[in-house]
T-cell receptor
Framework: AQKITQTQPGMFVQEKEAVTLDCTYDTSDPSYGLFWYKQPSSGEMIFLIYQGSYDQQNATEGRYSLNFQKARKSANLVISASQLGDSAMYFCAMRERGTGNQFYFGTGTSLTVIP | GAVVSQHPSWVICKSGTSVKIECRSLDFQATTMFWYRQFPKQSLMLMATSNEGSKATYEQGVEKDKFLINHASLTLSTLTVTSAHPEDSSFYIC?????????????FGPGTRLTVL
């Protein structure tokens, strides 16, 4: 089974609007971490936000917030006030304590911000 | 955040030649480095994990004799694509982390685009 599932291959959002990028995960390990990365067309992977499985509150980093619903095993990324520079690929990733350092990446969502 | 560099950023080579890609952590000691491969519009595929001074651990389906990884120091890992063929053309990305733990962020290099003619 896929560890990380991103069901939206492509998304469009109007500039200044908010957008939610979906991510569901599959694990039986009670201790895990969830990450979101942004990959612009230049190729570099940019860390956005992290959520630990034991964190009580949803993580927030500036315009990024993570809607963590543990029972549903979802970790959706919310980008508020979209900017043209937000157009990129977005990857959800997970790491489990039991499998050590390995990151499991989703297939990504391509976000296009429309002026 | 921490900086990881990769060199070269792009390379074009003839079929049958070998290509070496360097990955350096510039401002921290990387206990573990990772090598990924990414095809266009696809996700990152982990190829191998390397720890300084020990042999790399390759993912299933990745030929270790084809993709040689050397983690010579805490700041340098190299990936050598031996006898490259056109199907090896891809975007190769390294990442590095200091210490361990599930909350540890992996710092990614800018990637190397390999084209084999």
């Amino acid at each position: 089974a896929q560890k990380i599932t991103q069901t939206q291959p492509g998304m469009f959002v109007q500039e200044k609007e908010a957008v939610t990028l979906d991510c569901t995960y599959d694990t039986s390990d009670p201790s895990y971490g969830l990450f979101w990365y942004k990959q612009p067309s230049s190729g570099e992977m940019i860390f956005l936000i992290y959520q630990g499985s034991y964190d009580q509150q949803n993580a927030t980093e500036g315009r990024y917030s993570l809607n963590f619903q543990k029972a549903r095993k979802s970790a959706n990324l919310v980008i508020s006030a979209s900017q043209l520079g937000d157009s990129a690929m977005y990857f959800c990733a997970m790491r489990e304590r039991g499998t050590g350092n390995q990151f499991y990446f989703g297939t990504g969502t391509s976000l296009t911000v429309i002026p | 955040g921490a900086v990881v560099s990769q060199h070269p950023s792009w390379v074009i080579c003839k079929s049958g030649t070998s290509v070496k890609i360097e990955c350096r952590s510039l401002d921290f000691q990387a206990t573990t480095m990772f090598w990924y491969r990414q095809f266009p519009k696809q996700s990152l595929m982990l190829m191998a994990t390397s720890n300084e001074g020990s042999k790399a651990t390759y993912e299933q389906g990745v030929e270790k004799d084809k993709f040689l990884i050397n983690h010579a120091s805490l700041t340098l890992s190299t990936l050598t694509v031996t006898s490259a063929h056109p199907e090896d053309s891809s975007f190769y990305i390294c990442s590095a982390e200091e210490g361990s733990g599930i909350s540890n962020e992996q710092f990614f290099g800018p990637g190397t685009r390999l084209t084999v003619l």
